[in-house]
C-alpha cells in the first residue's frame, strides 16, 4: 500500500508545487491528459516530475482519441507509468497491464488542502501499540534503511506540513526533529503506509554526519561502501582534491578521462574469469562515475533512466555499431529504424569532428523533446556539501569566512571585509579605456533602469470616500554576489550595483571571491563598486559568501535580499537562505545554466548566427545552444554549420565550446508562427531574432529574458553597455519571472483610506462577507464604526 491519495495535475503542475509543495509525498502523481496542448508538452511535465519529486507519473484519459497510438506509445515509452481511462483503448501495441481503469482515489490537486491530505493519510492508518505510536522505518533515497523510529499523530501532521523527518521520542516522551540541534537534518520525500497499514515509511534526504546519533550513517552502522559511497567520495573530490592529484586531473581532462573508460571497457571485454570481471567492471564504474559526477548527473539520473527504458513498449533492434562488430559478426538485416526512432544518445565531439550542431525537424517530437530539454540540475547531493559551510558561517561566522576563503580560494586573508572607501592600491592595473568602457557601460545601465522608477504613488479612487495607493519603497540592504578567482565579472557588478543605487538601496554590499595571485578583488569590480556606492566588499564566494550575507557576522552586515549569479555551490546556497524563514532574506531568482535561443531565416547572416551561438556556448559545457530556423535550406543549414566550425577553433575556449555544441540543437520549422511558438514553449533566458523586419514579430513573444532585435544586436551588447539588464532568468523560468530591473530592488507598499462616505458605501459588503466567513471580529469593526456615524441601526444584526 502506497499514499491513499493519487493528486491529479493540470498543466500548471509547476506552480502547484511551488503554492502545495507537500503534494510531493504522495510519491505516484497523475495528469490530467485534458489539460495539457500535445504529447511535447505532456513529456516535458513527466520529465520534470520525474526529476526528484514524483515516483510514477500516470496520464488519465477522459475524451475521445485525446492522443492517437503513436503519441500514446511515445509517452509509455518516456516516463508515463501508465495510461487511467474508463473507455477503451483498443490499440494492439499497448500492453494492457499499462491501461487501468481510472482510480477512486484519483483528486484533483485544487480539491486538496494540507490539512484534508494530511487526514486522509492519518485515516488510513492504524495501530496496536498502548502507546498509539506508529512503527517507522526511515529509508534513504536510495531505499537503504537508516533506522527505525516512531510516530504519533502530531509528529506525522508536522512532518507533512514541513516536509522534513519529524517523530516521537519515547525516552523523552516529545516531539522531535531530525537536526534540529546536530544540523544532520533530513528533507523528506514521500511517506508510505504498509500492506497491513500499521507502519510507516519515510523515504528521506539526509544531510550531515548520519541518522544515528553515535554519528554513524544507520542506526545499525555505517553503510557499505558501493556506488552510492563512490558518488559522495567523488562528489566531494570534485571540490576538494588535492592540486595535481590523478583525481583532478581525471575532473580537468576530459581526453584522458575517455581514453581511461574507454581502456576499461575493453579490459572487460577481456576478462575471463569471475574475479578478473568483477575487477574490471570496478575499473570501469569507477571512471564512469567520474564522467557522471564531472557533467553534475547523479546515480539517481541513471536508476531513473534505467527505469523508463524497463517501461518502454517498443524496442530497438539492439545491433551494435558496425565499427565494434567484426567484420564476421555484421548483420545481413539492412533493416533499419526510422531516424525519428532512433534514440538521441548524448553526443560526444572528439577534437577530430567538426563542431556541429545536432539537426531535427520541428515534426520529430522526440527529437524536438530532447533538444529543448534542460540540463538535469540536482541540488540534493550538493546540499550535503552546502549545508555544513551555512551553518559554519552562521555560528562562527568571520572564522569561518577566512578558513573557507583559504581552502577553496587559496587565499590567507586577516579579515574578511574591504570597507569603503576602497584603497587606491586596490585600482591597479585599471586601464583608462577599461574606466572609460566601464564609464559607458554604467551610464547606459543607469539612464535604463532610473527611467523604469517610479516616481509618483499610484492613487485609484474605488469608491466615493475610499481611496487606494500603492508605492515603491527600495530594500534597505542588498547584497551581490560577484563570481571571480579566475574569471573577471565587472558587468555583473554593474548589471547589479546600479539598478540598487538608482533603486535608493541604503547599503549595498559586493561579495567577490579574491584572486589567488594577490588576495585583491579584481581592480574593475572595486571600480564598480565605487562607482555604485557600496559600502563594503565581502571577499569570498561560494555558499560561505551567501551564508554571510544572509545572516550577517561580526563585520558582514546581514542584508535583506541576495542577487547574483554563480555556480552550483552559490546557487544551492541561495535556494537554501530563501526557504530559511530565520534567513528572512530573498533571492532574486533561480539559477541554471546559461541559455539562447536564435530564430534565424534564409536571409540570415550565417556569420553572425554562428558567432551569436558561440557566444553563448563559451560560457560552460552545460549551456545550452538552440537555433531555430524558419524555412532553411540543406544548404543554409550547412553554411550555418560550417560557420560555427571555422569560428569555433579559432576561439581560446574550443574545447569547452566542443562539448556544449555536442548537445546543441538546429530545429527546422516551416514558418515564423512556428518557430515562435517552438520559443515560447522553450522560454529562453536570451532570444536573438536574425529574421527579415525583425521588430515586427516581437509582439509575437511571450516568454524570454531578453531579446535581442535584427542582425546588428549581438547578445554580448546587452551582457555589457547597451542598457538593459543581463542578470536574466535561465532554465525556462522566463514564463514566470522577469530579468532584474529596477522594481528588483524595491517592494511596493499599498494603502488605502476610508471616509464616512467611503464606510457608508463598502460597510455593509465587507460585513456580509466577513459574516459568511465566520470572522465576527472583522465584521464587527466595521458595525461598530457604522454605528457610531448612524449608518446603520444599533439593533443591526
Known amino acids: 500500500m502506497t499514499f491513499p491519495i493519487t493528486p491529479l495535475f493540470g498543466n500548471d503542475y509547476q506552480t502547484t508545487l511551488n503554492t502545495k509543495p507537500f503534494l510531493r509525498l504522495a510519491g505516484d502523481i497523475a495528469l490530467d491528459a485534458s489539460a495539457f496542448k ?44 501508465s495510461l487511467f481511462t474508463n473507455k477503451t483503448v ?36 492504524k495501530t496496536d501499540r498502548k502507546d498509539g505510536l506508529y512503527t517507522t522505518l526511515v529509508v534513504d533515497d536510495n531505499e537503504r534503511c537508516l533506522g527505525l523510529v516512531y510516530s504519533s499523530i502530531e509528529s506525522i501532521t508536522q512532518a507533512i506540513a514541513k516536509q522534513v523527518g519529524v517523530y516521537y521520542s519515547r525516552s523523552r516522551g516529545e516531539i522531535w526533529e531530525k537536526g534540529l540541534t546536530s544540523g544532520n537534518t533530513q528533507s523528506l520525500l514521500a511517506v508510505d503506509i504498509d500492506c497491513d497499514a500499521d507502519a510507516l515509511k519515510f523515504t528521506v534526504s539526509q544531510v550531515g554526519t548520519g541518522f544515528c546519533h553515535n554519528g554513524t550513517k544507520t542506526c545499525f552502522g555505517d553503510l557499505a561502501y558501493g556506488l552510492t559511497g563512490l558518488e559522495h567520495t567523488l562528489s566531494d573530490r570534485k571540490v576538494n582534491a588535492v592540486e595535481g592529484s590523478y583525481t583532478q586531473r581525471l575532473f580537468k581532462d576530459e581526453t584522458l578521462l575517455n581514453a581511461k573508460i574507454k581502456e576499461e571497457a575493453e579490459e572487460l571485454t577481456e576478462a575471463t574469469t569471475k574475479d578478473e570481471l568483477a575487477w574490471e567492471a570496478a575499473d570501469l564504474f569507477y571512471f564512469a562515475m567520474v564522467r557522471l559526477v564531472a557533467n553534475g548527473v547523479s546515480l539517481a539520473d541513471v536508476e531513473r533512466n534505467l527505469g523508463m527504458k524497463n517501461l518502454k513498449i517498443t524496442r530497438r533492434k539492439g545491433d551494435a555499431k558496425e565499427k565494434f562488430l567484426a567484420n564476421d559478426t555484421k548483420t545481413t538485416d539492412n533493416t533499419e529504424e526510422p531516424a525519428s526512432k532512433k534514440a538521441k544518445l548524448e553526443r560526444t565531439l572528439c577534437s577530430n569532428d567538426k563542431i556541429y550542431l545536432d539537426v531535427v525537424q520541428s515534426t520529430d517530437l522526440e527529437g524536438v523533446t530532447k533538444a529543448v530539454t534542460r540540463p538535469i540540475q540536482k541540488t540534493s547531493q550538493i546540499m550535503n556539501l552546502v549545508n555544513p559551510i551555512i551553518e559554519n558561517v552562521r555560528n562562527i561566522g568571520d572564522k569561518a569566512l577566512i578558513e573557507y576563503t583559504k581552502k577553496f580560494d587559496g587565499v590567507d586573508l586577516k579579515t574578511p571585509v574591504l570597507e569603503a572607501p576602497f584603497p587606491e592600491e586596490y585600482l591597479e592595473g585599471l586601464t583608462e579605456e577599461m574606466k572609460e568602457s566601464l564609464d559607458l557601460s554604467i551610464e547606459n545601465v543607469r539612464k535604463f533602469h532610473a527611467a523604469q522608477l517610479q516616481k509618483k504613488p499610484l492613487v485609484v479612487t474605488t469608491q466615493p470616500g475610499v481611496v487606494c495607493s500603492r508605492f515603491p519603497r527600495a530594500i534597505e540592504k542588498v547584497g551581490l554576489y560577484i563570481p571571480g578567482g579566475t574569471a573577471v565579472l565587472p558587468s555583473t557588478a554593474l548589471m547589479l550595483g546600479v539598478p540598487a543605487q538608482v ?46 550575507m544572509a ?35 530573498s533571492i532574486d531568482m533561480p539559477a541554471g545554466p546559461s541559455e539562447v535561443l536564435v530564430i534565424a531565416d534564409e536571409d540570415a547572416d550565417v556569420d553572425f548566427v554562428a558567432s551569436d551561438l558561440l557566444s553563448q556556448a563559451e560560457h560552460g559545457v552545460d549551456s545550452q545552444v538552440i537555433l531555430v530556423g524558419v524555412s532553411l535550406s540543406s544548404k543554409k543549414v550547412q553554411q550555418i554549420q560550417e560557420a560555427v566550425h571555422e569560428q569555433a577553433l579559432a576561439l581560446p575556449r574550443v574545447d569547452i565550446v566542443r562539448q556544449c555544441i555536442a548537445h546543441s540543437t538546429i530545429i527546422l520549422c516551416d514558418n515564423y508562427t512556428e518557430a515562435f511558438d517552438m520559443s515560447n514553449k522553450y522560454a529562453p533566458e536570451h532570444l536573438i531574432l536574425q529574421i ?7 509582439p509575437l513573444v511571450d516568454n524570454a529574458g531578453s531579446i535581442f532585435v535584427g542582425s546588428y544586436t549581438p547578445e554580448s551588447c546587452g551582457d555589457y553597455s547597451s542598457g538593459t539588464n543581463h542578470t536574466l532568468p535561465t532554465y525556462g523560468y522566463a514564463r514566470q519571472y522577469s530579468g532584474a530591473n529596477t522594481a528588483t530592488f524595491q517592494k511596493f507598499i499599498t494603502a488605502q483610506q476610508v471616509t464616512s462616505e467611503g464606510l457608508d458605501n463598502i460597510g455593509k459588503a465587507v460585513m456580509c462577507i466577513a459574516k459568511v466567513e465566520g470572522l465576527d471580529g472583522h465584521r464587527n469593526a466595521v458595525k461598530i464604526r457604522m454605528s457610531k456615524l448612524g449608518l446603520i441601526s444599533k439593533d443591526f444584526v
Open 692 to 698: 527579415n523586419e525583425a521588430d515586427r514579430y516581437v
Open 551 to 585: 545572516y550577517g557576522t561580526e563585520s558582514v552586515p546581514k542584508v535583506d535580499k541576495i542577487l547574483g549569479p554563480g555556480n552550483q555551490f552559490v546557487t544551492a546556497a541561495k535556494m537554501y537562505i530563501q526557504n530559511d524563514t530565520q534567513a528572512l532574506c
Open 503 to 548: 533603486a535608493g538601496c541604503k547599503e549595498i554590499v559586493f561579495a567577490s571571491p579574491p584572486r589567488k595571485s594577490d588576495g585583491r578583488v579584481s581592480p574593475e569590480v572595486v571600480y564598480v563598486a565605487m562607482k555604485c556606492g557600496a559600502s563594503k566588499i565581502v571577499l569570498a564566494g561560494g555558499a560561505q559568501a551567501v551564508a554571510a
Open 38 to 81: 500535445n504529447d511535447v508538452d505532456v513529456l516535458t511535465a513527466v520529465k520534470f516530475l520525474l526529476d526528484g519529486i514524483a515516483r510514477t507519473v500516470s496520464l488519465v484519459l477522459t475524451g475521445d482519441k485525446q492522443f492517437n497510438e503513436d503519441q500514446l506509445i511515445n509517452l509509455l515509452n518516456n516516463g508515463v507509468s
Open 90 to 125: 483498443s490499440y494492439d501495441s499497448i500492453p494492457s497491464t499499462r491501461v487501468l481503469e481510472i482510480p477512486a482515489n484519483i483528486t484533483l490537486t485544487k480539491q486538496i488542502t494540507l490539512q484534508s491530505f494530511t487526514k486522509i493519510f492519518l485515516s488510513q492508518v
